[in-house]
């Protein structure tokens, strides 16, 4: 039972109909449909299942940081006006590879953010955002 009193199959069920409500209302994407999308434009040999998406993940993270630190360097006054969404252009393909690796091992997009709320809710909670380690 949750916290509201409803068994887990039903806060789920209530659970995607506020996400198909909130999509028919703001056109919202959830991270399955994303998850599923992604997968159909996953085009790599079968062999490298989990390490390419694994290397292009750490690849544009890397073109993330390297577009901030620029920011960084130069302020924004010699940026291209579009900077913000050229970062959040490399923000979608880190997104992308997430999507995919998750797929290769079988993951939900979906519940991956889920169980990252929870972790980072409880370690609110706790009081120990700061810090280090996996087990705080
Ligand atoms: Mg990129």
Redesign the pocket.
């Known amino acids: 039972m949750s916290r509201a009193g409803l068994t887990k199959q039903h806060e789920k069920k209530l659970q995607d109909e506020v996400y198909q409500w909130l999509e028919k209302k703001y056109n919202t994407m959830t991270f399955n449909e994303y998850q599923k999308t992604a997968i159909t434009t996953a085009v790599y040999p079968p062999q490298h299942r989990i390490l390419y998406p694994a290397l292009g993940l750490s690849g ?1 993270a890397g ?1 993330v940081a390297n577009k901030v630190k620029k920011v960084v360097r130069d302020g924004t006054g010699s940026m291209p006006d579009d900077w913000k969404e050229q970062i959040g ?2 923000i979608g ?1 880190v997104l992308w590879y997430c999507a995919t690796l998750a797929n290769d091992l079988g993951l939900s997009l979906s519940s991956i953010a889920e169980q990252n709320q929870k972790k980072l809710q409880r370690r609110k909670e706790k009081g120990t955002i700061h810090g280090s380690g996996d087990s705080r």
């Open positions: 544009e073109e252009s490399e393909d």
